[in-house]
């Protein structure tokens, strides 16, 4: 008897389908897709071959996919990063010093670029899942291109959600970027991605 309820209990139960965890690039191809627009403040270090950190900055970090950001640095020096249009322009307040580059040219310069729609990564890069570190999921983008001006990318979730990037360029140098206080979905004013060079800047614009 006590064989035959054991049997009508096991077969009662509801069967749950089992769902496979998600790896870090379906996390990845996640935020992406939710992320149209995206507001975080970052602090970032640049790291020489040495392994010595030699540059601390931060500041705000906007997104509009598609093709649309700006990093505006804060401290120690204020310096804007603006793309639009196919074109990415680097301010630096100081040195009243525009450069303007082709979108092609400079995510070499600024990561963020990868984040933006306008680089095919599965076209132009390699996606390696490299698991889990310090609670966060890591993707590492390498370039396809022996052209390209870095060797590869590390992307870091947390959960769905993007918490930080670290560029490796090809002499040695290492840039690791945090954020915080990400916000996904705002409503984001259009003049933020609009650069003007303001008057009397010295302006260089790469072909």
Known sequence: MFKKLLLFFLIALPVFPIMAEETPVQRLRNFLAKANTL???????????FGSPRQRSSGVFYLQRPGKFRWDYKKPYSQEIVSNGGKVWFYDVDLEQVTAKRLDDAIGSTPALLLSGEVALETNFKIEDQGTDEGLFWIKLVPKSEDSGFKSVLIGLDGDTLAGMELSDNFGQV??????????????????????????VDVFEEK
């Open 175 to 200: 840039t690791r970027i945090y954020f915080t206080g990400v916000k996904t979905g705002l409503r984001l004013n259009r003049e933020l991605f609009e650069f003007r060079p303001p008057p009397g």
């Open 39 to 49: 507001q975080a403040e970052f602090s970032q270090v640049v790291i020489d071959e």
